[in-house]
């Protein structure tokens, strides 16, 4: 392999790695909103509704996208670029500007076969559509292979 090939494929896993790093602080945005006393009761509430113990809530790193329209945008945006964040599905590209994706909902994560947090899927506190997943991007094919949720899905089915 020559040099220019090393360069170019050493370029395309950092940058690989440093869109799974934005899907971590994202989750670890999304977790911290759940803990949170007072924004994250709505998403507390949610769960308990759904039966899922908070064992469950810990152990999974559930999380919840508070309802507001650029709030994961503006803390995610010190360090990554909105470009990185629409092409992961974080947020989304209007007519007139960007907001978040995921709002007013109960996140889970979804993983690839390697056990790499790849997607979101959330569900809505209250209206439609019930279940949001992220889009198909360069770390998601749309297809979960090994999902460490499994056992948490009657819940949310």
């Not at 911290?32 to 113990?53: A, C, F, Q, S, V």
Request: one cysteine or more; glycine letters at 8%; a negative charge.
């Amino acid at each position: 392999m020559d040099e220019q090939a090393v360069v170019g494929h050493e370029e395309i896993h950092n940058e690989v790695e440093q869109l799974h790093l934005i899907m971590e602080k994202a989750a670890a945005f999304f977790s911290d909103n759940l803990w949170d006393e007072e924004d994250g009761l709505r998403g507390r509430e949610k769960l308990t509704e759904l039966g899922i113990p908070e064992e469950i809530w810990e152990k999974s790193e559930l999380g919840y996208a508070l309802p507001k329209w650029d709030d994961l945008k503006n803390v995610l945006g010190n360090g990554c670029t909105i470009e990185d964040l629409i092409a992961l599905g974080l947020v989304v590209e209007g007519d007139k500007k960007t907001y978040d994706r995921f709002r007013d909902r109960v996140m889970f994560k979804l993983y690839d076969s390697n056990d790499r947090l790849v997607a979101f899927r959330g569900i809505a506190i209250e209206g439609e559509p019930k279940h949001l997943d992220s889009p198909v991007h360069e770390l998601f094919d749309g297809y979960v292979l090994a999902d460490p949720i499994d056992w948490t899905k009657p819940y949310w089915e």
